[in-house]
């Protein structure tokens, strides 16, 4: 273009930019009664995978409102449509290309002229993203989060691998009834009371408290508020049919175990009066009417027998349950029954569950008693019908890798919830190397994990070679995305194999890696991990894929979320739709198969 040319399109370009800048500081009708010029026009800029989503202010006065589309700045505009409303989705728009976005604003007395224009565009994502070639798996909470959300989802995910986690939320309530409650003064030092008071916590924003019911509240115990949860609080007439038959003594908030550590979920009988809980004193449990369990499992069975006395256990007080002639338990129980793993292996028909790999594993003296959510599990899939391998220990030990070729595969290995501490995996790898026995136990369940995925998607780049790692070297580290569930930017980790960067169609699988309390991003997504991960595909172990890693910390306390969408919005949040979103994340930016 001649010099003279390029000046006067500058100048006829600030001459429109005047005129649409007289047009947009309109406000109010204009003097024959039509609306005014819609403002603050915004059409969305790569933000959705099918649509370009325009919004703009509303008119005052206007009915209507017609969306027009130009693929030039100065083209022709093409109405769209017309709606009432102050959004339009333009699911017409090619992808990639840039469009000039105009509104006009009717009613009866006619309609305004143009309104300013904002330039819009939609992206195809660059992978695929087809179920099977899409695994998740994860480790402790990550295990129950990986079950949880794959047998929700059974359209979506190939193989779900689920290591020492809790599948059995009956029995995950009956293990804090009996077990942590029931058994508050344990000296015993792991899993710690202040650990399992955390996780109390985190399920009951998660869930909902499991201990007592709230009419007014899913966090708190009945007549607790944010008020006094944090300071020295006595209730008194609060019935409990085993520790306050009579409603005589106080009941009282506490700190435990150190001062301001405010337990805040749970509620401690003060038999002596001091107003502080003191070792021995009991933590009230009113998870479900009175029974007597005939065959001695902690749990209501039908058959067994129930006093009709409401959740305190204690006629005459007219509280949840009393007097309905059914059994009664805490009503926020009912939000664990609607996210477990166990029930949806019950529950889904046949036909979607059949087709899944699933792969558990569970230690055989874990302290959580996840193995015995392991065991109930398998015998819900062998009850439908379904063959399951049961293998006790691992075939191989690291750096052995070890293969199935079963469709479910459950690995009983002697031991306990070895992982739960284990802030560091790409450590515990490293470890492993040098022979440290626990660490080598983390790195055998890791890698069936691995090897299950890579096994059971079908086909494969199987290979690589020391020309590859060098010149297009895998990669692993944080990265950061904008979920639209939680409106705020989330971390997750990731591997790219070796070769990812070769050439711009060679897609590849993905396994989501969901991680356990107290792991972190960064302890999984290390150069220790890379390592180990670009061995096994130089060995032919495992086929070259994605794995991701989501955040499993809810930002709101730093604690683990469970990857559900919590039941507490004030302390949790929408966990189980930020993982959603970053598979579509996943899906739009990084060349799934
Ligand atoms: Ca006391
Ligand atoms: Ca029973
Ligand atoms: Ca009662
Ligand atoms: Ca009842």
Redesign the pocket.
Known sequence: MKKSAAIILVVISLFYLAMEAQSAINTGYLSDGRPSVPTNVQASDGTYMDKVQVTWTASPGATSYTIYRATRRWGTKRALGTTSDTTYDDTTALAGKIYYYYITATNANGTSGFSVYDKGWWRRPIGIGSPEFRAIGGVSMGAYGAMNIGLGRPDFFNTIASLGGPLDMSYLLKFMEVDMLGNYDNPEAYPSRDTLVDMLKDLTISFGNPVYYNTVSTYYPPGITAENARVSTTLSNF?D?ELNPEGSLPVITYEDPDPGDWVEVLLALDANGDGRRNLGERVLRQFH?PFVDANANGMCDSGETFDD???????????????DEVFTYNPNHDNYLAEDPLIRAETLPLTDLQPLNLYIDAGTEDEFQFNIHAENFVQTLLGRGLFVRVKNDFPENFPGISHFDEKRVYVRYPGGHVGFDEENIGLSFEQAKQGIEGAIVVANRFTTLFSFASDHFIGGDFGTDPYELYRYPSEIGVAYFNSPSLNRKMKFGIYLPPGYSRSSTNYYPVLYLLLGYNMSVEGMANSWIRTALDAFILTGEMQKMIIVIPDGLNYKNQSGHFFVNQIDQERGDKFKDYFFDLVTYIDTFYKTK
């Open positions: 019935f049919w009417e006395f409401g959740l305190d256990g204690v006629s005459g007080t007219s509280d949840e349950g009393e007097g």
